[in-house]
């Protein structure tokens, strides 16, 4: 959750960008931040660590893949709550 002002914003998409992390801010849209507006982000630790452990296991699956299969190729994944 991203704090700006009065308004809370749900995070959406986390991306990187030649090294650069960038994420998107559901809602943003409606009560755009301006330049310079201070942020508060906050981490919710319970679902970060349910996610974290089927990205950590996304990462196991995909080096076993490109160890057993020769023709293997990866294209990413993006992993929610549904597992999916």
């Known amino acids: 959750m991203v704090a700006i002002g009065e308004h809370e914003f749900p995070i959406g998409r986390v991306y990187k960008v030649e090294g ?3 994420l998107t801010l559901k809602g943003a849209a409606a009560n755009p931040p ?3 507006d201070l942020a508060a982000v906050s981490v919710n630790a319970e679902r970060r660590r349910e996610l974290s452990r089927s990205h950590t296991l996304c990462h196991l699956m995909m080096a076993a893949g490109k160890a ?3 023709d293997f ?3 990413g994944a ?6 999916r």
Do not use: H, M, N, P
């Not at 993006?78 to 597992?83: L, N, Q, R, S």
């Open 73 to 75: 190729d990866s294209k």
């Open 20 to 22: 650069d992390t960038w």
């Open 34 to 36: 301006r330049v310079g």
């Open 78 to 83: 993006a992993i929610d709550e549904t597992g």
């Open 68 to 70: 057993c299969l020769e």
